[in-house]
């Protein structure tokens, strides 16, 4: 018999939610995506660590989900586990040293909290986050931010859970942070045995609550005139290539704006979003990408690479 169908009796003394065909379009900003054979969210780290070790120990593959808004799962779905830090504590902690505070975050506190909550308490370096959506944990595995921002600039160690279900901290110099990337023992989030961040401490600055709050309230006016916040998406589709234009810029300038398939369209306001602009599958945005980076290696010359994770198998 697989392992996923008993797991409960795999795992006695876990106390956190299990439950099965979880349709993952409830838990991706695109709203697309099958199920998940399995969908755990624990309770406390002793269950996120027994979880991990038992799905380990029974070859069932494992992908953490934070907010979901980077996330492109496929329509046949996820094959295995998906677990969210959704359930565990967020209690945050504070450390202040002269003009220095740090910052230790539960990494499935929302990105959103924790930058308001900075800005409230007066502590600088976490605005750059302002209208990012998700986690701090998926923050992190993405290294997010704005350019030329990112966590890159603020983190200060990270404790994660490895995939034998052992507890780790790990210090900055151990890690490696580059546009849209972190490798934490020389892996990123697309490899299997990456670590699961359960928290992180952020080196921050003491600065001013208006000033702060001021500035979040412009950064939060300035992405909704910019870009398509009301509609499916997962945030900019593409990364911005090494050398020359944005990626928006390269595919604006193709006239793609408002391009679709199916229900998948090229943002008229935002050329680097691919929205669903209601019942679009994963199958119609990935199509749509496909004829977006073909357009702009023929006409540019330039290989798009996605920002986006895809994952999952198809229908
Ligand atoms: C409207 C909109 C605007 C956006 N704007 C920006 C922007 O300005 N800048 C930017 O960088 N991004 C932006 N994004 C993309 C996205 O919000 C960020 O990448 C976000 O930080 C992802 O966090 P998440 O929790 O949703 O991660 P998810 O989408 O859930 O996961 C992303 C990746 O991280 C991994 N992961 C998640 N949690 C953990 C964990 N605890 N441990 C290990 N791995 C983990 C997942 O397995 C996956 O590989 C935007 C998205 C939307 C929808």
Redesign the pocket.
């Known amino acids: 018999m697989s392992p996923l169908a008993h797991i409960e009796a795999l795992l006695p003394r876990y106390q956190g939610v299990i439950r099965r065909e979880e349709p993952m379009a409830r838990h ?2 695109f709203k697309v995506g099958g199920a998940c054979d399995l969908y755990l969210a624990p309770e406390s780290l002793d269950d996120l660590c027994m979880a991990v070790a038992t799905l380990s120990r029974e070859g069932i593959p494992l ?9 492109l799962v496929k329509d046949g779905g996820i094959e295995g586990a998906v677990i969210t ?1 959704a359930g565990l504590d967020t209690t945050l902690d504070e450390e202040v040293a002269g003009e220095t505070v740090f910052l230790t975050v539960p ?2 506190i929302k ?1 959103q909290r924790l930058g308001r909550f900075a800005a409230q308490k007066g502590y600088a370096g976490l605005n750059f986050t302002t ?16 350019t030329p921002v ?1 966590f890159e600039g603020i983190l200060d160690a990270l404790t ?1 859970v490895d995939r034998s279900g052992e507890i780790h901290t790990v210090s900055r110099h151990a890690l490696t942070l580059s546009y ?1 990337h972190l490798t934490i023992g020389g892996k990123d ?2 490899d299997e045995a ?5 928290s992180a401490r952020l080196r921050l600055t003491r600065g001013t609550r208006e000033a702060l709050m001021t500035e979040r309230k412009r950064l939060l006016k300035k ?1 909704t005139q910019s ?3 009301h509609l ?5 589709f593409f990364k911005n290539p090494p050398q020359g234009p944005s990626a928006g810029k390269l595919i604006d300038d193709l006239g793609l704006k408002g391009e679709t398939h199916g229900r998948a369209q090229v943002s008229p306001l935002h050329a680097n ?1 691919l929205v669903n602009t209601g019942g679009a599958t994963a199958a119609d945005i990935i199509a749509l990408a496909t004829r977006v980076k073909e357009r702009v290696k023929r006409r540019h010359g330039i290989q798009l690479d996605e ?1 986006v ?1 895809l ?1 999952g198998k198809e229908a």
């Open positions: 991706t900003a992908i953490v989900v934070g907010g979901g808004s980077n996330l830090l990494a499935g990105t209208g990012i959506p998700g986690t701090l944990g998926g923050a992190l595995a993405m290294n997010a931010g704005t990112a994660v849209r989030r697309h990456f670590p699961i961040i359960v992405r870009q398509p916040v499916p998406s997962a945030g900019c979003y920002e994770t994952v």
